[in-house]
């Protein structure tokens, strides 16, 4: 049953290649909804099978194909009339490059190899962005992509469901632990002989259904919610909301699973973008009752709420639980570097690539895993493209309609059901989310 997860990995690769074949951007879209969710499982179940020596050939398919897609699109760009780069076009390109000098000059205490690894960590976003800024609007099946999105939602809900019922982590059985253990030299922690991600400070488990883990579960979970609710609001000459089955169901999903993946920030950013989506779509009544819900929420526990839950919650707002002291004590080590070098330490000198050498410096935010690693006018170029792209959304949401209105829906509200978890976790290490989100934006 296990070995489902490399078989459907490897037939979505073998689809993608195919309509790439055939100059098909629709082959990318399919690999990244349908196979990127599943890569951990993919790769740990095929180690535990034994088919460790085609690990690193089934790790390079994601790469391969943005590389293949990237390659059609630049064939195609001599058929543009014109070419008008605007501010963000501008931005990703100055960042790409900027980046790519500190592999070439001798900053940092990591090889080339390493620091080429890094600057795929930081910097591969641009190219997916740049595929999805020249492919052919029209041709993309983006109906089919948004249903596929919401389906693999669905699994993972179930997936998830049958975790929490049996109160069993799918990873435990996967030989997740052994995988981390021989390809990133990362032991395993925590009770369950997994990683600290899987369980809460309590101790009670946290699921990842599908996904490598809880944190990408749950930013999953966002997507999908942002996916959700553009398709369900129709913009022509005026707004409609119309659920269908499939996305009442996903709906209900992404609810559930947020519960079941346990991340405070992703629960928050959840509630985050349900309420800007009834700003954005001018929904009174639906703004009315979520005010009056928070507002009861608030005199529900400041009077009623006591013992554990309580302290719980008040330690997280004061971060003086264990974890949020946690981030703290990663973000003051990240500012003290980036004071100390503001240019830079060098690739691999926070991130994935700090993480296995156990040399992290600041490797709980994604801003400052790129500051600590390229300085800081990488890591406000970042911020200034992640700001610009969500200000994008707002105007093209005041002037569009029909697919380009629920494009840009999505990706406002996916880049702000990201920004609470940007400042716990490197988010572009998701790369399912990464990928999707970066290349619809």
Do not use: C
């Amino acid at each position: 049953m296990l070995l489902l997860f490399p078989f459907i990995y490897i037939a979505a690769f073998i689809y993608g290649v195919y309509h790439l074949a055939k100059s098909k951007m629709e082959g990318l879209l399919i690999f990244i909804v349908i196979a990127l969710p599943i890569y951990i499982n993919t790769m740990s179940v095929s180690f535990m099978a034994g088919f460790g020596k085609a690990i690193p050939y089934l790790q390079f398919f994601k790469e391969l194909l943005v590389i293949i897609s990237a390659t059609i699109i630049a064939f195609r760009v001599h058929t543009y009339k014109k070419i008008q780069l605007h501010f963000i076009d501008k931005l990703m390109i100055f960042f790409f490059l900027y980046t790519l000098a500190y592999l070439i000059i001798p900053i940092g205490s990591y090889s080339v190899f390493f620091k080429l690894l890094a600057f795929k960590n930081i910097s591969f976003f641009p190219l997916l962005y740049f595929i999805g800024r020249f492919v052919d609007f029209k041709l993309l099946p983006l109906n089919k992509i948004y249903s596929f999105i919401l389906v693999v939602m669905v699994v993972a809900f179930v997936v998830a469901l049958f975790e929490k019922i049996t109160y069993t982590h799918l990873h435990s059985i996967t030989g997740y632990a052994d995988y981390n253990l021989k390809f990133f030299d990362t032991d395993p922690t925590g009770k369950y002989g997994l990683s600290w991600t899987f369980e809460t400070e309590s101790g009670l488990k946290r699921f990842g259904s599908i996904f490598s883990n809880p944190l990408e579960f749950a930013a999953a979970i966002i997507l999908a919610l942002a996916v959700t609710l553009a398709m369900v609001t129709y913009k022509q000459d005026k707004l409609i909301v119309k659920f269908e089955s499939l996305q009442g169901l996903a709906l209900m999903g992404t609810f559930l699973s947020i519960l079941f993946a346990a991340s405070r920030a992703s629960f928050v950013s959840y509630f985050l973008v349900i309420y800007i989506y009834a700003w954005v779509t001018h929904m009174k009544k639906a703004l009315f009752y979520f005010h009056i819900a928070a507002l009861v929420t608030v005199i529900v526990f400041m009077y009623f709420v006591e013992g554990s839950l309580y302290e719980y919650v008040i330690n997280t707002i004061t971060f003086t639980n264990t974890s949020s002291l946690g981030h703290i004590i990663e973000w003051l080590n990240g500012i003290d570097a980036m004071t100390a070098s503001p240019l830079g330490l060098g690739l691999g000198e926070s991130g994935r690539v700090a993480n296995a050498s156990g040399d992290n410096i600041g490797g709980e935010n994604q801003l400052i895993i790129i500051g600590v690693q390229a300085g800081v006018i990488a890591m406000f170029t970042y911020l200034t493209i992640y700001i610009s792209l969500m200000a994008m959304a707002v105007k093209n949401l005041k002037k569009e309609k029909g697919p380009f209105y629920t494009i840009a829906l999505i990706t406002l509200l996916v880049k702000v059901g990201l920004m609470i978890p940007m400042f716990t976790a490197n988010i572009d290490s998701y790369i399912y989310v990464s990928y999707l989100s970066w290349l619809l934006a």
